[in-house]
């Protein structure tokens, strides 16, 4: 099939579905999408708010639960314990279908019927002011995260411990204000940073150790600035920098910004990838339009927040941990889940 210009529904442009797309809308029997990636996308992300969260009460207990959902919301809101507990079953909100009447109808009123959680978690030991977070202990005001320990105030990050102020922070340790940064140990205030530690103020640095307000290296230890330095004289730099000092540390952190400035910047992050298109992406191949992918993803398009080997899949927001053949999904981990708001672990 050849690549089809059609206008999206939503905002009138044109958009375009490609043979690829074609291809896989056949493999899951679905008919093609009358709205644009972008108006998509959209759609989705407003299925799924992570941060602006209220003080609500459970309808079950009644005791005051942290929710997604403001208490004049349509839904029924139970807290965590409730919501988890043998209380009460799905199964008695079943409704019988009825033909006269559209789906979607009937679906939005069994939506508005079924209780649905106040905060969306799994798995979490002794961690508060968590949302769309799986696997996490220890953590704290932390959100779309997975696998985290000893964490506070984190995003879209995974694989850490000990960790505080990370964004999209990979399989680290002992990071502070990092953002994009995977592999590091003892690494702060420091942006797209792979494989490296104690260092303080890197842009786009690998495997370094023992670096200070740096661009663009490879394999280096003891520079700041750009310039090697013997590890005496590094270490004596240190000192006299003084970065326990706020005055100092605003001063180094201007003076680090100009000094980023005048390096070159790569288009787009990403590393180890094969015919890839989009932005931050891992030891991927085949993704068209993508973003934020932690690794291992194949064949996907469209999508954003992709976690942990997410195969042959479209049009997703947050989802992953080994899926496969997901379409439409916001919070989705599993197998053959289509249309989906937080399908976890569903085959
Ligand atoms: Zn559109
Ligand atoms: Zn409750």
Known sequence: MNRETKVCQKCKK???IEPEDFKFYQKISVP????CPECRMVRRMNFRNERALYRNKCVLCSK???SAYPEKSDFVIYCHNCWW?????TLDYGIEYNFSKSFFEQFKDLMKKVPRPALSYTNAVASEYINYGVNMKNTYLTFGSH???NVSYAKTSAHSKDSIDITTTLWSEFCYETVDCSKCFKVFFSRYVEDSQEDQFLFACRNCSDCLGCANLRSKSHCIFNQQYLKDEYDKK????DLGSYKNFIEFREKFKEHVLKYPHRFAMIRNSINVIGDDIRNSKNCYWCFFVTRDAENCRYSANISDATKDSM???GAGLDSELLYEEVSGIGRRSYFGVKIWYSY
């Open 64 to 66: 005051d639960t942290l």
């Open 315 to 317: 049009d997703l927001t």
């Open 238 to 241: 240190i000192k006299e920098f």
């Open 85 to 89: 507990s043998d209380k009460w079953s």
């Open 32 to 35: 093609p999408p009358t709205w």
């Open 14 to 16: 044109d958009f375009w």
């Open 147 to 149: 696998d985290l320990e």
